[in-house]
């Protein structure tokens, strides 16, 4: 009895995406004010309503003052002043930044490659001074295996 071919079927994995959680309250949308253009026209107090062509007088007194303020931060010494606004700032002290864990682990790292660099430094330098031993062992091996001439041997 032959079994019959084994057929693999295709898997579909499907995931799909969680809302994204609200750890805290800064993560909770605001509520829009306004749910069209034509609402906040409608509720703003600056411009004169339709049919109106006036601002009350709260609104007149309001709307001088801010412009009285804007007109001051104009003049020489202001905030808005143009000679102050081309001129740059002058550069401000920062305080050093923290030693934070990262740091930490950068300088293990650094010092942890010098270790490494002297460590192969000294095994090249030890590994070198063997194979001369053992060069110079190899040499006083074959010399003295090495059959001797008459001449060495009467030089001896």
């Not at 192969?120 to 059959?147: D, F, G, P, Q, Y």
Request: proline share 8%.
């Amino acid at each position: 009895a032959s079994t019959p071919p084994l057929t693999l079927r295709k898997v579909a994995f499907k995931v799909t995406l969680p809302k994204a959680a609200i750890a805290t309250p800064a993560n909770v949308p605001q509520p829009k004010l306004y749910s069209s253009f034509a609402e906040f026209l409608e509720r703003d107090e600056n411009e004169p309503r339709v049919g109106q062509d006036l601002l009350s007088p709260a609104q007149i007194r309001r709307e001088a003052l801010l412009r009285h303020q804007v007109w001051q931060a104009q003049q020489p010494g202001g905030v808005l002043h143009r000679k102050q606004l081309d001129d740059p700032p002058e550069k401000q002290f920062e305080p050093k930044r923290q030693f934070a864990h990262h740091d930490h682990l950068l300088a293990h790292v650094a010092h942890f490659r010098k270790l490494m660099r002297e460590e192969r430094r000294v095994h090249k330098k030890r590994a070198e001074i063997l194979a001369h031993e053992c060069k110079r062992a190899v040499e006083n091996k074959t010399k003295s295996r090495r059959v001797k001439t008459k001449e060495e041997l009467e030089q001896e």
